[in-house]
């Protein structure tokens, strides 16, 4: 059974942190290049954070470097987004994607956590 789970949404004032987590099940995430994405109704998809396998580095959208973090824990098959100081157009549902780093067409999506970054 393949899954990819997020979880962690919620709703947070202006200001606040949320950590999304992406917990896969039926494969091992240190094979994959796992990437965080949003979407806002009526609006296409949107690249937010990838995580490199080689070396855990984080890859982020300019406008978010600084408030956001990405990593990965192995162990507990699961990739993190901490958010801080989370702004209203921040809110979202977020996806995770799963990539085999070589059999690339091997791609797993979760179903999405809301965010609502609301006072």
């Known amino acids: 059974q393949v899954q990819l789970v997020e979880s962690g949404g919620g709703l947070v004032q202006p200001g606040g942190s949320l950590r999304l987590s992406c917990a896969a099940s039926g494969f091992t995430v240190d094979s994959y290049a796992v990437s965080w994405f949003r979407q806002v109704p009526g609006k296409e998809r949107e690249g937010v954070s990838c995580i490199d396998v080689r070396d855990d580095s984080g890859h982020y959208v300019d406008s978010l470097k600084g408030r956001f973090t990405i990593s990965r824990d192995n162990a507990k098959n699961t990739v993190y987004l901490q958010m801080n100081s989370l702004k209203p157009e921040d809110t979202a549902v977020y996806y995770c994607?799963?990539?085999?780093?070589?059999?690339?067409?091997?791609?797993?999506w979760g179903q999405g956590t809301q965010v609502t970054v609301s006072s």
């Open positions: 994607n799963a990539q085999h780093i070589t059999l690339s067409r091997r791609e797993y």
